[in-house]
């Protein structure tokens, strides 16, 4: 059964305070692994798609990186406004129907 | 260029009843999925409609169904409503050359409330 697990469930940093997100997975294949940031009442942003271990995609402040069982999402001097639940989630091989995790919900005091 | 539209917004319905919700695309876009948020579960894929057929289905029991219509609008119905459906429905839609890059377009969703 594929599963994705998030890490930590919450997290509260100062504003400038670097820190990183974990996303696990065991899928069979993946076809490609998504993060997404949601807003309180507000449906899910797209943030990126990595597709193979060692791609790393950038915007502005988050960078998210992959490897062969996880997945970083690094947020670099974060600022209020990056306040949101990081959502993931995996598109294993041979299947169309994403598989997300719970998410990190993150606040960054100014 | 206006998002996806989802109505109603919020709504409140007691055991047994059914519900139907609706779901407008980002203009362009023939892909649409649905998907049930809850605390407990998390976000979970429901189903997927392109150029009018469902195209994926997720584990979920047959009193969830859906259509789309030749302007992609897609509607979702849950018939004998239970206590465990109250939950934010989801609405997303994307480009058929993306429809599974991940790069989707959600509306800010449907609040059922099963009473």
């Known amino acids: 059964e594929d599963q994705v697990t998030q890490s930590p469930e919450a997290l509260r940093l100062q504003e400038g305070e670097s820190s990183s997100l974990n996303c696990s997975y065991t899928v069979s294949g993946l076809r490609g692994l998504f993060w997404y940031r949601q807003d309180p009442g507000k449906g899910p942003e797209f943030l990126f798609t990595l597709y193979s271990a060692g791609e790393e995609k950038e915007k502005e402040r988050l960078k998210a990186t992959l490897t062969k069982k996880e997945s970083f999402l690094h947020i670099t001097a974060p600022k209020p406004e990056d306040s949101a639940t990081y959502l993931c989630?995996?598109?294993?091989?041979?299947?169309?129907?994403?598989?997300f995790g719970r998410g990190t919900s993150l606040i960054v005091h100014p | 260029k206006a998002g996806v539209t989802q109505t109603p917004r919020y709504l409140i319905k007691t055991r047994g009843q059914q519900v139907t919700l609706s779901c407008s695309p980002i203009s362009g876009h023939r892909s649409v999925s649905w998907y049930q948020q809850t605390p407990g579960q998390g976000l979970q894929f429901l189903f997927e409609?392109?150029?009018?057929?469902?195209?994926n289905k997720g584990n979920f029991p047959g009193r969830f169904s859906g259509r789309q219509f030749s302007n992609s609008r897609s509607e979702m119905n849950v018939s004998t409503l239970e206590l465990g459906d109250s939950a934010l429905y989801l609405c997303?839609?994307?480009?058929?050359?993306?429809?599974?890059?991940?790069?989707?377009?959600f509306g800010e969703g449907s609040r059922l409330t099963v009473l």
């Open positions: 997303a839609s994307s480009l058929a050359m993306k429809r599974y890059t991940g790069e989707l377009f």
């Open positions: 409609y392109f150029s009018e057929t469902q195209r």
């Open positions: 989630a995996v598109l294993p091989g041979g299947s169309y129907i994403p598989t």
